[in-house]
């Protein structure tokens, strides 16, 4: 491969891996929300004079009722009776008050690698300082009082159960006083997904016409991470067609005028789902396969509120009849297994399509399982990494062989290659058909040492992916100071390493690019040895970049992913020993420790 070849490569490359860092390190944080705002809404009649479902509480003329002071979460489930709910991977309860889930813990997962730190907390109560909760009810035609369906602010009452487990369900009841008796039976599984059958029965003289719904309310834009490389806001599938909508552009929807907000409706014929997800987290709503409903993100603006929302369509109730429906909820961790499950054996569409895999599904997917399976049979995420890593690396060996035979190739052209130089001179395009004459001659492909660089970027980009948005790496140990593989290296050379009585800064500060740890420094060395099997290019802008791009990329990827500077490290030390075997084995005698002490040299003046 020629110079101007490499250079170009290299340019390409390293501007990528700028953009990328640039995009992750520096790109401004999102602006927080004003909780400070009314958290109320009063939503307007559709063109059929169908009544909306509120988001929030209203009183019983339908009208918005005063904010709820913000309080603290604990503060604010002492406000009404509660229901608790205890699963082995659920904590927390709900609310008799308008029977919201708005109470959720995940028994598994933590919020530090702190064995005593709280437990991850999902949904928050209406009337703490950040609600983010679950609430159904029933939409009425404009022919009905607002008190005759429940609201938010409905207080139910138990006619079964006193605890939701995956044994015992809860069953609620209120009854209007005008004919119609509602009932809510809440039931969870060994997971993460809740059920909620909506019923109602008609005990009066006359038909009433009115429609199920359920909405995942959010209050104010949550705290984000902000990176391109993930989404974070509303996520639905809408028969099969995933739609992602981020945060920060759900208050740029349509306005509706018969929303009052900011909204996107689809209506969806067989299946689907919608709901909020975080990097690790996800509430969704899930309809029963085979009913049609109305998939609604929206944003009202005035209280700052973020909802996702299921309709169903209107339902006739005849005099003595009862009508339900089932609505599932999956509130948890977006565990790859957990998930695969619900999609496979309990029919919710594509919902594996729930993780963000990004651009490169094609790889990322593959990539993921892969390493999942790895992990099973190896029972830890460090050394499965390495052992996806060896798997990668066996299957671009074939290439790999064959640009790095082109490489030796190259190498014993190179007296005929300066022989050429001083034939043509200044002529360099009787230097160029000399050159391919010779290329097709000895039969090397030039471009044949680019390929294997080409293909490393997108397994690179797709394993950065799965490592960053996927939960199986969050807080995975490998050994000794390495806990969580999903984080960078917290190890310092500031502090050498521990030995010294100093915190070095910490990852994301702006100080934190020199606080290089072990595995940063190991691939500096790694990419530098790699190098070292060639000899130093002559061509100066070559040399310079050559020499600078170990050290560049060590600080580059310093702040990444243990577990993506694992794979990187492994990755160059396999290329290594592949590159030096296969010289070997085509004459070539690649002189490593030569080339580091003639990379120390300097010319002498006259060499200059």
């Known amino acids: 491969m020629d110079d101007q070849n490499k250079n170009l490569i290299l340019a390409v490359f390293l501007s990528g891996m700028v953009m990328l860092v640039w995009s992750i390190w520096f790109q401004p944080p999102p602006p927080q929300p004003d909780l400070t705002l009314p958290p109320d809404a009063v939503q307007t009649t559709d063109g059929t004079s169908v009544a909306t479902p509120p988001a929030a509480a209203t009183d019983s003329t339908g009208q918005s009722a005063p904010a709820v002071p913000t309080s603290s979460h604990a503060e604010a489930l002492d406000k009404a009776p509660r229901i608790t709910i205890d699963t082995p991977k659920l904590s927390g309860s709900f609310s008799l008050l308008g029977g919201r889930i708005d109470d959720l813990k995940l028994k598994a997962y933590r919020e530090t690698l702190d064995p005593d730190s709280p437990l991850v907390t999902l949904l928050t109560s209406y009337g703490s300082e950040n609600p983010y909760y679950t609430i159904y009810g029933w939409g009425r035609t404009g022919d009905m009082p607002a008190d005759s369906v429940p609201g938010p602010d409905t207080m139910w009452t138990v006619e079964s159960g006193e605890t939701l487990t995956p044994e015992t369900p809860v069953t609620l009841r ?4 005008d004919g119609l008796i509602f009932r809510r039976t809440i039931s969870v599984d060994d997971n993460y997904m809740f059920s909620v059958k909506q019923s109602v029965e008609n005990t009066g003289a006359s038909a009433r016409r009115l429609f199920p719904y359920s909405i995942v309310a959010r209050y104010g834009q949550p705290k984000t991470r902000g990176f391109f490389i993930l989404h974070e806001g509303i996520v639905r599938m809408s028969d099969g067609e995933l739609q992602e909508i981020k945060y920060k552009k759900i208050p740029d929807l349509d306005v509706v005028a018969a929303e009052g907000a900011n909204a996107e409706l689809v209506d969806v014929k067989e299946s689907g ?19 049609p409903f109305t998939s609604v993100a929206k944003y009202i603006p005035g209280s700052d509120i973020y ?4 309709r169903m369509p209107i339902l006739t109730v005849e005099p003595g009849a009862t009508s ?13 297994e957990t998930i695969r499950m619900y999609q496979n054996e309990e029919g919710v569409d594509r919902f594996v399509d729930s993780i963000d895999w990004g651009w490169f599904f094609f790889l990322t997917k593959p990539i993921f399982w892969l390493l999942h399976t790895l992990n099973a049979l190896i029972g830890n995420m460090g050394w ?5 890593t060896i798997v990668i690396k066996a299957a671009l060996l074939p290439l790999a062989y064959k640009s790095y035979v082109s490489m030796a190739k190259m190498k014993t052209l190179q007296p005929e290659m300066e022989a050429l130089k001083e034939r043509c001179g200044d002529d360099k395009q009787r230097m160029q058909k000399e050159m391919m004459a010779l290329y097709k001659k000895e039969k090397v492909n030039p471009a044949a040492g680019c390929l294997p660089i080409l293909m490393q970027i997108p397994i690179f980009f797709s394993l950065y992916k799965v490592i960053f948005v996927t939960l199986e790496l969050r807080h995975a140990p490998w050994i000794g100071w390495i806990r969580d593989l999903s984080a960078p290296d917290p190890s310092s050379i500031l502090n050498m390493f521990g030995l010294l009585p100093f915190t070095p800064p910490e990852p994301g500060s702006m100080f934190a690019i020199v606080s290089l740890g072990v595995l940063p420094i190991l691939l500096g060395i790694s990419m530098w ?11 100066p802008t070559q040399k310079m970049i050559m020499a600078w791009m170990p050290w560049v990329f060590m600080f580059m990827l310093g702040n990444f992913a243990s577990g993506l500077v694992l794979y990187w490290i492994t990755n160059n030390t396999i290329t290594f020993i592949q590159q ?3 010289m070997r084995s085509q004459g070539a005698k690649p ?18």
């Open 529 to 539: 040895l790699q190098q070292k099997l060639n000899p130093t290019p002559t061509d």
């Open 324 to 336: 339900d429906v089932t609505t599932r909820v999956f509130a948890g961790a977006k565990e790859w």
């Open 174 to 177: 209120w009854d209007n006083g």
């Open 273 to 291: 789902w919608i709901g909020f997800t975080d990097k690790y987290w996800m509430t969704s709503l899930i309809p029963t396969n085979g009913q």
């Open 580 to 582: 030096y075997s296969i």
């Open 591 to 608: 002189d490593v420790f030569g080339n580091i002490i003639a990379g120390f040299k300097r010319k002498k003046p006259d060499d200059k």
């Open 307 to 310: 909802t996702a929302e299921t």
């Open 384 to 388: 499965a990494i390495i052992a996806l």
